[in-house]
């Protein structure tokens, strides 16, 4: 079951939850926590599986006509049980629904880091397609890859 959720302390907590549980994606602890504080001021959709949290999605809109897929986490436990496409399909249900033309989602360049090109193949598989490299945005060891798709 997908939810949204509106209380900043509850956006945390499931941040938190999930992020810790995703060292190999989320293992620098300054940018987790920046995670963890801008996701609870966004638009915020949690996937639930008997009442316990254990995946999450939230918007960021970039310009009027386009929303970002800011963070995107789901337990390690449910990896491969379609909560993430359907934290996805909530997302763009509800971008579609507040007039965004367009989505965007940033990741590592493919061919990086095998946890990256599977994070790469998931996006893919929703209708991504690769926009541009920006070989230093975060650092030289993770170039950042913007995806994008219109809707």
């Given amino acids: ?54 995946g999450f999605i939230t918007l960021k809109e970039t310009s009027p006509e386009t929303a970002e897929i800011y963070c995107l986490g789901v337990m390690k436990k449910y990896h491969r049980k379609h909560i993430g496409t359907e934290l996805y399909q909530y997302f763009e249900h509800y971008a579609k629904d507040t007039s965004y033309k367009l989505l965007q989602v940033k990741t590592v360049q493919f061919g990086r880091y095998e946890v990256y090109d599977k994070t790469n193949h998931f996006y893919r598989s929703l209708g991504f397609h690769e926009l541009e490299v920006f070989p230093t945005l975060w650092d030289e060891w ?10």
């Fill in 142 to 151: 993770n170039p950042c890859l913007i995806l994008v798709k219109p809707i």
């Fill in 1 to 54: 079951m997908i939810k949204e959720i509106f209380d900043e302390n509850t956006k945390k907590s499931i941040t938190q939850k999930v992020l810790n549980d995703l060292p190999e994606w989320f293992g620098i602890p300054e940018s987790t926590k920046n995670y963890i504080d801008q996701s609870s001021l966004m638009p915020f959709f949690a996937a639930y599986v008997e009442d316990e949290p254990v």
